[in-house]
């Protein structure tokens, strides 16, 4: 006995309501609901759908759908770092190898005069400019995107709104600098050590608010096959 067209809604319709918003998990969800109901009805065939919804939904656990939820969310955010760390690594490569060298000894010669201080504040007061603006951007990009779309896709959802966290963490942590002794930068190897990080900061902030957005579309065609239809 197979599910009808409203019974398969009705099964969406479920996991919204136990909190499943991203439409791939609901779809992913839904297709083992019917599976399993359908294993049901093999052998009682006399149950009504409601119950044996109910009685595939009990076999998540007294959680629910929420470790399933858990396990995707940390999928999809490994998919995302890997995207991250492949185009990070294009920047070590040529031709956009020269432009990081060009950052690293932009900095370094920055750190190196006796307004290091000031310079690396400057920096990093830029920065935070910078993902303030860009994380407003991005969500409003969000907000139109779902305007036009009433499904929401989990990695849809991390690469517009996962770059707009990291906002919080500067600003969390720029006051630190401000504690930094005026002969710290004296130590040729913390200023080594504080180009490179500042160096990598800069490229990661780049390519989670520019790069990665911009192949979007790209991205979430090769995740979700049926993202385009």
Known sequence: M????????????????????????????????????????????SLSFEDARDKAF???????FMDVLERRQKAMNKRYFKYLWTELKQWFTFPKLITTLALFFG????????????????LFVIICVFTIYKSTQLNRQFKQRKALSNKKWMLEEIIFKQAGGSAIILLTQLPQWYNFSDNIFDNPYIVFAVSIFSTLFCLWMYISFEVIPNKAEQLLNETYPEFCL
């Open 107 to 122: 900095i370094y010669l920055g750190l190196s005069t006796i307004f290091a201080k000031s310079f690396l504040i400057g």
């Open 58 to 64: 009990k076999k998540f656990g007294v959680f629910g």
């Open 2 to 45: 197979k599910l009808t067209p409203p019974q398969i809604e009705n099964l969406y319709a479920f996991t919204r309501q136990h909190y499943v918003e991203h439409y791939d998990l609901q779809t992913e969800l839904v297709d083992h609901l019917a599976n399993d109901i359908e294993s049901v009805w093999q052998t009682q065939t």
